[in-house]
């Protein structure tokens, strides 16, 4: 699907960013791969890494329209992975990530439709189903956007998805690595904030496989939700470090016990699929009547349950201490 085609990806220096492109690489001949970020730096440190002959690198801001539309130009799918994910830095600077999360999902619709592309898909994050912080609630705002874009191009414009999905094992500002910095720095404690918690748990390689097949599965307004395990944060703690205390230090502003990713509310829009489910549009495209029963690759769901939600603390698979061990060691690999 990817072969002599050309992808942009927004925050293409992130953690996601780079393990897709490392896959796209990998697994296809893509004519151009293009890096949409604001950080030279990150760039330049990335284009060591990266520098075959498709890889392109454009500083921009998803906050300019202008840019993002110039970037797009030839372009056949977009990811559209930039955000302010940090909950607390949310919390505290809300209008920039207002800017960034909701008008930066604006313009890179807005773009995608000038430039004529043909299909974009936007990650989002669990905390974007009933949020209770700015960071999801910015998300679900873009979520809303993106599903709603395919209404505004009609069949003949570009067709639009979302991606949702938990956690990912050893992505920057993630529990992983701050774990691991204070066991390496000799801590005698690791901090949680309460011993209930939980989280929907996924590797990065895994979030890009998805994202990859969605192209493929995709009709546009769909929101996507991969079936993944939970974890106990007390049983992460106790898996990268099993002699350590652990100190309880509350809630974070912004921070959920649980996390969801299909809502109870939304059930009557959910369907199951062998490896994930979809959110169908709460919106009716007035250009087209899709069963999403059947995706466009062949695959078939059915409706969930009337009340179901998919919840990190209801979630019946779960993993043990033993097999977090495991899965941190192949993902972080």
Same mark, same amino acid.
Request: overall charge neutral; glycine content about 8%.
């Given at each position: 699907?990817?072969? *002599?085609?050309?992808?942009?990806?927004?925050?293409?220096?992130?953690?996601?960013?780079?393990?897709?492109?490392?896959? =796209?690489?990998?697994?296809?001949?893509?004519?151009?791969?293009?890096? $949409?970020?604001?950080?030279?730096?990150?760039?330049?440190? !990335?284009?060591?890494?990266?520098?075959?002959?498709? !890889?392109?690198?454009?500083?921009?801001?998803?906050?300019?329209?202008?840019? =993002?539309?110039?970037? !797009?130009?030839?372009?056949?799918?977009?990811?559209?992975?930039?955000?302010?994910?940090?909950?607390?830095?949310?919390?505290?600077?809300?209008?920039?990530?207002?800017?960034?999360?909701?008008?930066?999902?604006?313009?890179?619709?807005?773009?995608?439709?000038?430039?004529?592309v043909n299909k974009v898909i936007a990650l989002s994050t669990d905390k974007a189903a009933n949020p209770i912080n700015l960071y999801g609630a910015t998300k679900l705002a873009s979520d809303k956007l993106f599903v709603a874009a395919n209404n505004v191009v009609g069949k003949d414009g570009p067709s639009f998805a979302v991606v949702r999905y938990g956690n990912v094992v050893g992505s920057r500002g993630s529990?992983?690595?701050?774990?691991?910095?204070?066991?390496?720095?000799?801590?005698?404690?690791?901090? &949680?904030?309460?011993?209930?918690?939980?989280?929907?748990?996924?590797?990065?390689?895994?979030?890009?496989?998805?994202?990859?097949?969605?192209?493929?599965?995709?009709?546009?307004?769909?929101?996507?939700?991969?079936?993944?395990?939970?974890?106990?944060?007390?049983?992460?703690?106790?898996?990268?470090?099993?002699?350590? /205390? &652990?100190?309880?230090?509350? %809630?974070?502003?912004?921070?959920?016990?649980?996390? %969801? !990713?299909? /809502?109870?509310?939304?059930?009557?829009?959910?369907?199951?699929?062998?490896?994930?489910?979809?959110?169908?549009?709460?919106?009716?495209?007035?250009?087209?009547?899709?069963?999403?029963?059947?995706?466009?690759? *062949?695959?078939?769901?059915?409706?969930?349950?009337? *009340?179901?939600? $998919?919840?990190? *603390?209801?979630? /019946?698979?779960?993993?043990?201490?033993?097999?977090?061990?495991?899965?941190?060691?192949?993902?972080?690999?």
């Open positions: 699907m990817f072969n *002599g085609k050309s992808i942009l990806i927004t925050g293409g220096t992130g953690s996601f960013g780079k393990k897709y492109v490392q896959t =796209l690489l990998r697994d296809y001949q893509p004519r151009r791969i293009i890096v $949409y970020s604001r950080d030279e730096l990150k760039q330049y440190e !990335m284009q060591q890494e990266y520098s075959h002959p498709a !890889m392109r690198y454009f500083i921009g801001d998803v906050r300019d329209r202008q840019r =993002l539309t110039q970037a !797009m130009r030839g372009v056949d799918y977009v990811i559209h992975a930039a955000a302010l994910k940090q909950v607390p830095a949310a919390e505290y600077n809300p209008m920039e990530c207002i800017k960034t999360n909701i008008h930066g999902a604006e313009n890179v619709i807005a773009a995608s439709i000038e430039a004529g529990v992983v690595p701050f774990f691991a910095k204070l066991i390496a720095e000799r801590a005698h404690e690791l901090p &949680i904030t309460h011993e209930s918690m939980t989280r929907f748990w996924i590797s990065l390689q895994q979030g890009v496989d998805f994202v990859l097949r969605n192209f493929t599965r995709m009709w546009g307004g769909e929101i996507f939700v991969p079936k993944i395990p939970s974890i106990r944060i007390t049983d992460l703690a106790r898996a990268m470090a099993p002699d350590m /205390p &652990i100190r309880v230090i509350g %809630i974070r502003p912004g921070e959920k016990l649980h996390e %969801i !990713m299909c /809502p109870s509310d939304d059930s009557h829009l959910t369907l199951e699929f062998a490896d994930h489910y979809v959110l169908r549009p709460t919106i009716k495209f007035h250009h087209a009547d899709i069963d999403y029963t059947a995706n466009a690759a *062949g695959e078939t769901g059915r409706p969930v349950p009337a *009340g179901f939600e $998919y919840n990190s *603390g209801s979630n /019946p698979h779960f993993l043990s201490v033993g097999e977090i061990v495991r899965f941190n060691g192949e993902a972080m690999e």
